[in-house]
């Protein structure tokens, strides 16, 4: 299993596209499947970004074929909520949780609820390996 939050999110999904075998499983938190379904980037959120590097956000689209689970926080301002709403209609198997007032670093923010999401989401899974 991978987990993957913001840019971490992006490379996970990368690996289980390139390297299917190798992913039995997914968990996105705060990230987006990227290409032209995805929520841009608040302006004053880029504006930041853009101070601080020349290059832009890059956009990223992927296919995913493993059970995932997409956890978001609904005032994420980094990674706009409809990004993970839009990840999970596009991966198939998605588990797909959403938690009001919790920002792009969910994890940090709720790390109970995160952890408990990620333990109901293995437990769930059927074992690759008897």
Do not use: K
């Not at 299993?1 to 690996?15: D, V």
């Not at 032209?36 to 992927?62: G, H, I, K, N, S």
């Not at 007032?101 to 952890?115: C, D, M």
Request: charged content about 15%.
């Amino acid at each position: 299993m991978i987990i993957g939050h913001s840019m971490g999110g992006y490379i996970a999904q990368t690996l289980a596209a390139c390297y299917p075998a190798a992913v039995a499983a997914l968990v996105l938190i705060g990230t987006s499947a990227g290409g032209p379904r995805a929520v841009p980037v608040p302006a004053a959120t880029t504006d930041v970004w853009q101070a601080a590097a020349d290059l832009p956000p890059e956009e990223y689209a992927r296919r995913v074929a493993v059970p995932t689970l997409v956890i978001h926080g609904t005032a994420d301002r980094i990674v706009p909520v409809e990004n993970g709403r839009v990840l999970a209609e596009v991966i198939p198997e998605t588990r797909y949780r959403e938690f009001p007032s919790a920002g792009h670093v969910i994890h940090l923010e709720r790390p109970r609820v995160v952890a408990d999401e990620i333990a109901a989401f293995v437990t769930s899974l059927t074992p690759i390996h008897p």
